[in-house]
């Protein structure tokens, strides 16, 4: 199935660092969502983004919708230990099945 | 309130045999979507399942069924176990859909051996 370009695979940051984290498409979606998942359990989703050039934030998380609709980044400020976990990205037009990126693997140390 | 619940937690079945797994959604959402997670392949879509009627499904064989009950509930059946079905299940509920995002369970690990 259709699968995101989420980039980077895998990043290792000090503590205290910022983050930065993008999706791409080559199609338009009309809803973005980024999830977090640790091990052993679900994804949770950290932010929500329905409408283009939208910027959220979460505390130290803050995402931004993209202007052509095909993209969406999500920035972590300051990051900490308990950052660590997978990062997904995702897309979804309306009722329609999530799409997902195959993941951002963030590691801190400490 | 109570979270998405997926049961069991963990299974480990034998190659052939057949599975069903079971998801209850949060309380007052009538959409459930499973999807498979696995280190190659990231997660795919399987199918969702909105008040009791499949709304849609994705690219798998035939032998991934699931179903919703009147209560929201939803199980996913796989028959005829193999080797590559191994893999983490989730289950997703959302109100409607999906226009306000979806909240996952922790998932079912099934190991096929």
């Known amino acids: 199935g259709q699968q995101l370009n989420q980039s980077p695979q895998s990043m290792f940051i000090q503590e205290g660092e910022d983050v930065s984290m993008n999706c791409t498409s080559s199609?338009?979606?009309?809803?973005w969502l980024w999830y977090k998942q640790e091990p052993g359990e679900g994804p949770v989703l950290l932010i929500a983004?329905?409408?283009?050039?939208e910027l959220t934030s979460n505390g130290r998380l803050t995402a931004q919708f993209g202007i052509t609709r095909k993209d969406s980044f999500l920035n972590i400020s300051a990051s900490i230990p308990s950052d660590v976990g997978i990062y997904f990205c995702?897309?979804?037009?309306?009722?329609?099945?999530?799409?997902f990126g195959k993941g951002t693997r963030l590691s801190v140390i400490a | 309130k109570a979270g998405v619940t997926q049961t069991p937690r963990y299974l480990i079945k034998t190659r052939g045999q057949q599975v069903t797994l079971s998801c209850s959604p949060i309380?007052?959402?009538?959409?459930v979507s499973w999807y498979q997670q696995t280190p190659g392949q990231g997660l795919q879509f399987l199918f969702e399942?909105?008040?009791?009627?499949?709304?849609n499904k994705g690219n798998f064989p035939g032998r991934f069924s699931g179903r919703q009950f009147s209560n929201s509930r939803s199980e996913m059946n796989v028959s005829t176990l193999e080797l590559g079905d191994s893999a983490l299940y989730l289950c997703?509920?959302?109100?409607?859909?999906?226009?306000?995002?979806?909240?996952f369970g922790s998932g079912t690990r099934l190991t096929v051996v």
């Open positions: 997703a509920s959302s109100l409607d859909g999906g226009n306000y995002g979806y909240t």
């Open positions: 199609s338009i979606f009309n809803t």
């Open positions: 983004l329905y409408k283009a050039g």
């Open positions: 995702a897309g979804q037009r309306r009722n329609t099945p999530l799409v």
């Open positions: 309380s007052g959402h009538r959409s």
């Open positions: 399942y909105f008040s009791e009627t499949q709304r």
